[in-house]
Every structure is written in structure tokens, then in C-alpha cells.
T-cell receptor
């Protein structure tokens, strides 16, 4: 399983775009990049997943450069409710056994 | 669609006592996970079931922790005897067999061992 490194914390203001970068230098060919979000007193929630280039959904965008050694989660125009911990995970899918390994995540604080 | 249900939500016990947590996964999800999340850390996988079989329990402290999923649906996680360091949130999650990277988590059970 590839090790991931992401900032411990980030601060932002309402309405700004937030970009959280995750480093995964040892990513393997079959590995996908997955991001989860966790609000206080709740379990984590799947946000987005990608393999290469750019993926966008109603919540966020995920940018993955050609070498795939890093990825950036982009949250457009954050609000106070986006205050949460964001986890970057890397792992192989399409196998009979998928193990998610959570790091300490990035604690995002959005202020008014 | 109902989410993952867990009970109780909170539990306070003294060390050396036993405790049990219950989880009901999303209907149709054959894969069920138990995680331990210590304050300030990410969730750590304790055990993973596929139907009623264990596929990974490498990080389960088997001298005190046990889990079962007898009918391939509900699951219970037990700690006996509890230690102070077991104070944590215990999260249950479930997923489809062919989409295990997308796990749906319950609200968790917050355990405090005194």
C-alpha cells in the first residue's frame, strides 16, 4: 500500500477555493486515489475517486498529474459546513479484497 | 436508502469490564468493516467480513477483541476485558463486494474506559 502525505491542517474563508494536495510517491500502476471527508462526530464519507487527469463531481474536483505521484482535491467556494477532516487514500481496486488505510488527514477550518 | 446503523452511540465502562457494539449494514452490502478511531487519528481497520467470513483481521487484538457476523448481515464487536487505551470511536462500515473502495460508515460508538 502506497504511503500518503498531506498537510495536517489548512485554514480558509467562506467563498474561497481550497486545494488540498496529497503526496503518494510510491503509487503503483493499479492504485486509485480516493478522498474521504469526515465531519465531527460522524463516520467518514466518500467524496471522489480518480486514476489520472481530472475527475469532477457535484462536491469536488480531483486533479492528478501524469506521473500520479501527487493529487489535489479542490473544493470550490467553501462554506462553513465544509469544515472537516479530509483523508487521501491510495489503493488497488478491482481485486477481491480492498483495504483502505487512513492517515491522519487534513483538518480544514473554514471561517466566516 | 437506510444507512449503516450502530448502537449504542455512547458507552462508558471501567477497565476490565466487557462491552459489545452492534452494527447493521446497508441492505445488500456483503462486505462489513469495523474500524477503531482514536482521537486525532484516522480510522484503523480492525476486521473485515465478506458475508459471514473474515477476510482480514490482522490488526484485531485477538486476546481481547472478537467480532462475528453469523448470518452475513448484522455484526457485533466485543471487547473483553477493556483497557484504558481502548477508549476510541468504533466505526462500522459496509460496501458492495465489487465496489469496496466506496465504504459507507455508520455514526460510530464512542467508548470511554475509566
Amino acid at each position: 500500500l502506497a504511503k500518503t502525505t498531506q498537510p495536517i491542517s489548512m485554514d480558509s474563508y467562506e467563498g474561497q477555493e481550497v486545494n488540498i494536495t496529497c503526496s503518494h510517491n510510491n503509487i503503483a500502476t493499479n492504485d486509485y486515489i480516493t478522498w474521504y471527508q469526515q465531519f465531527p462526530s460522524q463516520g467518514p464519507r466518500f467524496i471522489i475517486q480518480g486514476y489520472k487527469t481530472k475527475v469532477t463531481n457535484e462536491v469536488a474536483s480531483l486533479f492528478i498529474p501524469a506521473d500520479r505521484k501527487s493529487s489535489t482535491l479542490s473544493l470550490p467556494r467553501v462554506s462553513l459546513s465544509d469544515t472537516a477532516v479530509y483523508y487521501c487514500l491510495v489503493g488497488e481496486i478491482n481485486t477481491g479484497f480492498q483495504k483502505l488505510v487512513f492517515g491522519t488527514g487534513t483538518r480544514l477550518l473554514v471561517s466566516p | 436508502e437506510a444507512g449503516v446503523a450502530q448502537s449504542p452511540r455512547y458507552k462508558i465502562i471501567e477497565k476490565r469490564q466487557s462491552v459489545a457494539f452492534w452494527c447493521n449494514p446497508i441492505s445488500g452490502h456483503a462486505t462489513l468493516y469495523w474500524y477503531q478511531q482514536i482521537l486525532g487519528q484516522g480510522p484503523k481497520l480492525l476486521i473485515q467480513f465478506q458475508n459471514n467470513g473474515v477476510v482480514d483481521d490482522s490488526q484485531l487484538p485477538k486476546d481481547r477483541f472478537s467480532a462475528e457476523r453469523l448470518k452475513g448481515v448484522d455484526s457485533t464487536l466485543k471487547i473483553q476485558p477493556a483497557k484504558l487505551e481502548d477508549s476510541a470511536v468504533y466505526l462500522c462500515a459496509s460496501s458492495l463486494v465489487d465496489n469496496q473502495e466506496t465504504q459507507y460508515f455508520g455514526p460510530g460508538t464512542r467508548l470511554l474506559v475509566l
